[in-house]
């Protein structure tokens, strides 16, 4: 996540019942889900007009987990969640998920040419929310040209980093890694 220049960076918890095990993609999904139906803690994140907002969230079994604001026309860029597992669901507003249907190699390349019909897209709208697997390669924006987006995402375990692409027609390119440091 790149910070906006007004970034929240407090901690809050939604209520949940943590498991010694690691949380499965359908647990984390219910959870993303829960905490999106809570008009309270929707209501308590700030939105700017010129940048994405967040607010750390306390997941199930120790997963990290988001809660995101999307100013009208932002969004994530291309990127992976490494070995993470994840899910995300949508408060108000809708986000648009390209995604691709290949796996990418984990390490060892920066430009990759991809195969027809890769492309997958989804539109999530309020109440509405979808799960991933390892090595997901995603972007998430916010189309509106007049409204905020509010989403809550979960990833166990939590991000050990973020990879970020860039994309030209069927070309994808390994652009950074971030760390932990670099968004919190």
Same mark, same amino acid.
């Given at each position: ?79 992976? *969640? $490494?070995? %993470? !597992?994840? =899910? ?6 809708? /986000?648009?998920?390209? #995604? ?47 409204? *905020? $987006?509010? %989403? !809550?995402? =979960? ?6 980093? /973020?990879?970020?692409? #860039? ?18």
């Amino acid at each position: 996540m790149s910070a906006s220049p007004r970034t929240v960076s407090v901690t809050q918890s939604v209520p949940v019942h943590t498991k010694a095990a690691a949380p499965t993609t359908a647990e984390l999904l219910d959870f993303v889900r829960r905490a999106a139906a809570d008009t309270e803690l929707i209501a308590s994140l700030p939105l700017d007009p010129e940048g994405r907002t967040w607010v750390r969230l306390e997941g199930p079994g120790g997963s990290e987990a988001w809660l995101i604001a999307w100013p009208p026309g932002t969004g994530t860029g291309w990127h992976d *969640h $490494a070995e %993470s !597992v994840g =899910a995300f669901a949508t408060a108000s507003g809708e /986000l648009k998920e390209n #995604s691709l249907a290949v796996r990418l190699p984990s390490s060892g390349w920066k430009t990759l040419e991809l195969a027809e019909d890769v492309d997958r897209e989804r539109r999530i709208g309020p109440g509405r929310g979808r799960a991933f697997g390892r090595h997901h390669v995603h972007e998430v924006l916010n189309e509106s040209t007049t409204e *905020h $987006a509010i %989403s !809550v995402h =979960a990833y166990h375990p939590p991000l050990p980093l /973020l990879r970020r692409f #860039s994309r030209t027609g069927a070309v994808l390119r390994l652009e950074q890694v971030e760390r932990p440091e670099d968004w919190q």
